[in-house]
């Protein structure tokens, strides 16, 4: 259980896929959030996603914006 209460919930995250971005990312999905990167990098993107769902086990998803 996540002190922050983010168990279910989606956050999208624009910049996601590197950086400040993708640690956020790294961050939310650690407390059990569901999250959307939003970025203009592919390959960054897809990067971010397949860490998440490896490390995190969560649910990730990109959206190139």
């Not at 922050?4 to 059990?32: D, F, H, M, P, Q």
């Amino acid at each position: 259980m996540s002190w922050l209460g983010l168990e279910k919930k989606v956050i999208i995250v624009a910049g996601g896929g590197l950086g400040i971005g993708r640690a956020i990312c790294e961050a939310l999905a650690s407390e059990g959030a569901r999250v959307v990167i939003a970025d203009f990098n592919d390959e960054a993107g897809a990067t971010a996603v397949a860490e998440l769902k490896a490390k995190h086990g969560g649910e990730a998803l990109f959206v190139k914006t």
